[in-house]
């Protein structure tokens, strides 16, 4: 079925830059002035004397573009795999841990000017203990990676996801990325990156990478690297050809089903009981699910993954595109996050009925051993135009954190 439905179908910004909003149903008179840069609150140090660690609380910006910046003066950022308490104060998971033993004498200083250039709040303490969670010093607060990336570029990779992922990375975090033209990647040596995203596709990664890509890829991966793939990049790392991702993606659910073969002479009979059954029994036996454009719905993170540590109950995804798959099993992988139940799934935007059915709790992250590394696959592009920005904690995440 065509549609005429141009580019999107739903804007928000509050949605796309995960902030809180109100509808207001009536008219209202509004006050307002004016803010230059002076009048945003900066960030700061807290406890400044806290010679034992300093905390950074996640879930936002500042304490991401904090943790790269850190990283990039080598200091050593742990993160907290679960929610604690330290000193009368509730902490949640994905929290950054500075620790004084291993960093520089200078780490406070350091970490007061990296405060006030990324508008992150880091409090000291002056103890380790803590009443609930995990300790500070616990070995299960894993070491943040500093990852060298390499990022698909040039078609087949979509140079507006391409584009938008750089960006993201590069400009609103400052961490670099080297940009690998994708046919090469059948044959480059990826021994000297850690993670490799495939962004969304413009042409088809399968005719350009071919078996050799496919192969080189999953190498990458079976020796300790991580690979992101987006949108387009997923469909092609969950072909069963490529040896990727155990999941599948969906064709459209049928209305009529029938466990005799199509040729089968004769067929079971059937009855027909009005136009709209004679619509659904002439649709093909398999088919793909009607796309839609443009349209925001809620996903909804695993509470207890690593890769949604720090992350709301719900957050927001833009959706284009008819791709749907099968759920990962417990023993293939884990469904980091997924579509909401379909009376909540659609936040705005027009959504044909049978593919707000099919879309409710499918997987919009999934993540998938494989050797000594893993595949974090986004069923929809993260970096969509640069302006999903309420999924950046997502994708960093995927990038720098480790179970």
């Given at each position: 079925?065509?549609?005429?439905i ?5 804007w928000s910004?509050?949605?796309?830059y ?9 008219a ?14 900066p960030?700061r140090?807290?406890n400044r004397?806290g010679?034992?660690?300093?905390v950074?609380p996640s ?15 080598r200091l ?5 795999p679960?929610?604690?308490t330290l ?8 929290s ?18 990296l405060?006030?250039a990324?508008?992150a709040?880091?409090t000291?303490?002056a103890?380790?203990?803590v009443t609930e ?6 070995s ?5 990676a ?8 040039d078609s087949p990779?979509?140079?507006n996801s ?14 670099p990325?080297?940009?690998?033209r ?5 044959r480059a040596d990826l021994s ?25 890829i999953r190498?990458?991966?079976r020796?300790g690297?991580t690979l992101?793939t987006m949108a387009g990049?997923?469909?092609w790392a969950a072909d069963?050809?490529n040896?990727?991702?155990?999941t599948?993606r969906?064709r459209?659910v049928?209305?009529i089903?029938s ?8 067929v079971p009979?059937s ?6 059954a004679?619509?659904?029994a ?8 009607l ?8 996903v909804?993170?695993q ?5 949604t ?11 284009s ?8 099993t ?5 469904n980091a996050?997924?579509?909401a ?7 705005g935007?027009a959504v044909w ?5 099919q ?10 051993d494989?050797?000594?590394g893993?595949i ?8 969509w ?5 309420g999924l ?7 990038i720098?954190?480790?179970p």
């Open positions: 079925m065509d549609d005429e141009y580019d999107v179908t739903a910004l509050p949605a796309l995960g902030v809180p909003s109100l509808q207001c149903t009536d209202t008179a509004v006050t307002g002035r004016t803010l230059d840069g002076a009048a945003l609150r960030g140090l807290d004397d010679r034992v660690a300093w950074v879930g936002d910006q500042a304490s991401l573009r904090l943790m790269t910046a850190a990283l990039r003066e050593v950022v742990r993160r907290a679960m929610a604690f000193d009368g104060r509730r902490w949640p998971a994905g950054l841990v500075l620790q004084a033993a291993e960093n520089p004498a200078d780490t406070a200083e350091r970490l007061e000017r405060a006030r990324t508008g709040v880091v000291g303490s103890t380790s203990w969670g995990r300790s500070l010093g616990s299960e607060l894993a070491r943040v500093a990852p060298r990336i390499a990022l698909a570029w990779a979509g140079r391409a584009g938008a992922t750089r960006f993201v990375l590069e400009q609103r975090y400052g961490w990325v080297t940009v690998v994708t046919p090469r990647l059948a000297g990156f850690d993670v490799l995203i495939l962004p969304d596709e413009e042409a088809s990664y399968a005719a350009t990478l071919g078996e050799a890509g496919a192969a080189n190498e990458f991966v020796r690297g992101v990049a997923t469909r069963p050809g040896a990727l991702l155990s599948r969906e459209a049928q209305d089903e466990t005799a073969p199509a040729d089968a002479d004769p009979g009855r027909l009981a009005d136009a709209d004679l619509r659904a002439v649709e093909p036996r398999e088919r793909e699910l796309g839609t454009d443009g349209v925001l719905l809620r909804v993170p509470a207890d993954h690593w890769l540590a720090g992350l709301p109950a719900e957050m927001i995804v833009t959706q595109g008819s791709d749907v798959f099968r759920p990962l417990l023993d293939e992988g884990a996050v997924r579509f139940a379909p009376e909540r799934l659609v936040a935007g009925e049978e593919s707000r059915l879309m409710a709790f499918k997987p919009v992250v999934m993540v998938e494989l050797g000594r893993r974090v696959a986004f069923t929809v592009d993260p970096t135009r640069g302006q999903m920005e950046d904690p997502l994708l960093l995440n995927a720098f954190a480790r």
